[in-house]
């Protein structure tokens, strides 16, 4: 069985930093990895998405990378903002692409002014 | 990016009752939905995969009879809590993957269900 983990549960961090938040599975058989920020209440917004046969993708200050083989993947958040406080998830879909995704439990981000 | 909309985004229900929620994907069609609950510092999982015109697949440990879900048409699916109780109250999420699509997910905002 899948599982997804992610460190640390929780950051805090002043703005302007670069940080990194990690994620790790447990079954390298993935189809693909997207990374997610959700805030308070609310549902997913998507952030990036990693193709099994891909090793990394940007979106702004944004990059996620992907090491299928030792089953890791990091986004990488530049100059970070207040705006960007969230929890961070992580969530793999496994291969054959039919079911749903494995979540890990998220990274709470907090950004100080 | 693609939109879901969920309703309702939140619903109060005395225990015992049936709630129904909806998930459409606006402005896409979607041959797969799924459903998801997220308990309060918890993680998404996964309830069932919702197939049009198909009966939907649960994951082990949901209650098929509990939580019924249709998915009458490519762009709706509805997830029926029955019989509802206070154990039942969560965040439940629906996500639609875009026909033909490489795989990205895109997810509704949601909808808060307190059970009384």
Not at chain 1, 3 to 8: A, C, F, L
Not at chain 1, 51 to 77: C, F, H, M, P, V
Not at chain 2, 87 to 96: K, L, R, T, V
Request: overall charge neutral; glycine content about 8%; some cysteine.
């Amino acid at each position: 069985k899948q599982e997804v983990t992610q460190i640390p549960a929780a950051l805090s961090v002043p703005e302007g930093e670069n940080l990194v938040l990690n994620c790790s599975f447990t079954d390298s058989a993935i189809y693909n990895l997207q990374w997610f920020r959700q805030d308070p209440g609310k549902g997913l917004t998507s952030l990036l998405l990693i193709q099994s046969s891909q090793r990394e993708q940007t979106s702004g200050r944004l990059n996620a990378s992907l090491d299928k083989s030792s089953g890791r993947s990091t986004l990488y958040i530049a100059a970070s903002q207040p705006g960007d406080s969230a929890t961070y998830l992580c969530a793999v879909r496994p291969w054959g692409g039919a079911d749903g995704l494995t979540f890990g439990k998220g990274t709470h981000l907090i950004i100080q002014p | 990016g693609a939109v879901v909309s969920q309703h309702p985004s939140r619903v109060i229900c005395k225990s015992g009752t049936s709630v129904k929620i909806e998930c459409r994907s606006l402005d896409f069609q979607a041959t797969t939905m799924f459903w998801y609950r997220q308990f309060p510092k918890q993680s998404l999982m996964l309830m069932a995969t919702s197939n049009e015109g198909s009966k939907a697949t649960y994951e082990q440990g949901v209650e098929k009879d509990k939580f019924l879900i249709n998915h009458a048409s490519l762009t709706l699916s509805t997830l029926t809590v029955t019989s509802a109780h206070p154990e039942d109250s969560s965040f439940y999420i629906c996500s639609a993957r875009v026909r033909g699509n490489t795989g990205e997910l895109f997810f509704g905002e949601g909808s808060r269900l307190t059970v009384l």
